[in-house]
């Protein structure tokens, strides 16, 4: 049976993330990209440190430039907040950089 990312080590992580952005290459179809690129970076986020995500104003990987993301709050991996017109929405941290 496969582990679930958060029992994984960071070694375990490292090699999910790259089987992902291998598969990501080989993709015939967009959703299928997508869902390994989700995959991608929900492992990312588990070998990232939550207190280094302060509150705040965020760009979010794959959104136009000009769309911000306010993080209010993070809950284990995800980030939540309002993204544009106080939508809310919930990003893995690996996702969100610095505006």
């Known amino acids: 049976m496969k582990k679930l990312f958060s029992q994984m080590s960071r070694e375990e992580l490292e090699l999910e993330m790259l089987q992902s952005l291998e598969a990501m290459e080989k ?3 967009p959703s299928q990209k997508e869902l390994l690129e989700r995959k991608y970076y929900t492992a990312k986020a588990y070998t990232l ?3 280094e995500f302060p509150p705040g104003i965020y760009k979010v990987i794959g959104h136009p430039v000009d769309a911000s993301f306010k993080l209010n709050y993070i809950n284990g991996i995800m980030g939540w907040g309002e993204m544009g017109e106080d939508l809310e929405a919930s990003f893995p941290l690996s996702m969100l950089l610095p505006y």
């Open 27 to 29: 993709a015939e179809f």
């Open 49 to 51: 440190n939550p207190l």
